[in-house]
């Protein structure tokens, strides 16, 4: 009994103050406050901004007993949530650290907790069309629930058991196979390429950055439109401020360095450049002194003509 007490408070402690709930998916969801929300059989298990839990659907009738019997070498789920009338459940894992999903200045732990995710969900053969936002509500009595783990995981504990390969964390994802995390990825690297260039037409034309907020979260409401399972607007708002703030306070320092670059390139190419036709010139003269015409002279030393007379202007015969 202790356990599942403090199992369930890890849970109930981590959920979002205003969650999504309902008593019935058909007749759609609400937000209520948290106390009011924990009330209902459905609950919102993730912050929009957070992830403090990995859930997956498990929508066969032996989903309750198989993690007992069949799933070995599976890492343990916190919770196993089932419905007793037929059998089906979440296996609800709490990470240790909350994956931040809208930081665009360090999206490593966002693919690499997709990842992650993904063989998990594959070795529990879930259901790969559930979105994670509605979970049965670990607390509610009309679900029988399974307290198995009580400390959280940390994304390195769980992918220790998982086959997962340095590849598949480092896959850039496309839009056409985003899903869960990974639309995050998806919406955050689509759109920041964009918004690199497209931030130029918004400089020095008296144009606010609200404006070009409005304008990154239209390009990303737009690449979310493409998704089988949608991120929720506030997800996408906040992806999309990330991408505004972080390219329009680079924007001025990213365009000096370019121009900076442009500048050394210059240089050294000009001074490649000089070096090659201080010798050409050196040749040009020797081949002047042995009776070449400079039509010749130019010809040999692959520059024009007008070159040539340039540079013998005043050297003697």
């Known amino acids: 009994m202790q356990q599942l007490s403090l199992g369930l408070e890890q849970f109930t402690g981590n959920l979002p103050n205003k969650p999504y709930c309902s008593d019935n ?18 609950i919102q298990p993730n912050h929009p901004y957070y992830t403090h839990f990995f859930v997956f ?31 089906h459940a979440h296996y609800i894992y709490q990470l240790a650290t909350p994956i931040y999903q809208t930081n665009a200045s360090n ?8 990842a992650v995710y993904l063989a998990l969900r594959e070795a529990l053969n879930a259901d790969i069309n559930y979105s994670g936002l509605i979970a049965k509500n670990a607390v509610h009595s009309s679900w029988r629930t399974y307290a198995l783990r009580e400390q959280p995981y940390t994304l390195d504990q769980l992918s220790e058991r998982l086959d997962l390969t340095t590849r598949q964390i480092n896959k850039q994802i496309k839009v056409d196979e985003a899903v869960g995390l990974g639309r995050n990825c998806c919406v955050f690297h689509t759109v920041r ?63 000096q360095e370019f121009i900076d670059r442009q500048t050394r390139k210059g240089q050294l190419g000009g001074k490649a450049k000089g070096d090659a036709y201080n010798s050409k010139r050196v040749q040009a003269v020797r081949l002047k002194a042995k009776g070449l015409n400079h039509t010749q002279i130019a010809k040999q030393l692959g520059v024009a003509r007008y070159t040539v007379i340039r540079w013998l202007d005043g050297v003697s015969q």
């Open 25 to 42: 998916m058909d007749f759609g969801l609400q937000i209520l406050p948290k106390h009011l929300a924990l009330l209902k059989r459905y």
């Open 57 to 87: 659907d498990l929508d066969y009738p032996t989903a309750c007993t198989d993690f007992f019997y069949s799933m070995v070498g599976v890492p343990t789920p916190n919770l196993i949530v089932g419905n007793p009338e037929n059998g």
């Open 107 to 114: 999206d490593k732990p966002i693919k690499y907790a997709n």
């Open 193 to 255: 390429h964009w918004a690199y260039v497209e931030v130029r037409q918004y400089r020095g034309r008296n144009k606010t950055f609200n404006q070009w907020l409005e304008s990154v979260i239209a390009q990303c409401c737009s690449i979310n439109a493409q998704f089988t399972d949608p991120l929720q607007y506030n997800e996408v708002k906040g992806i999309a401020k990330s991408i505004a703030r972080w390219v329009w306070k680079r924007d001025g320092y990213a365009y």
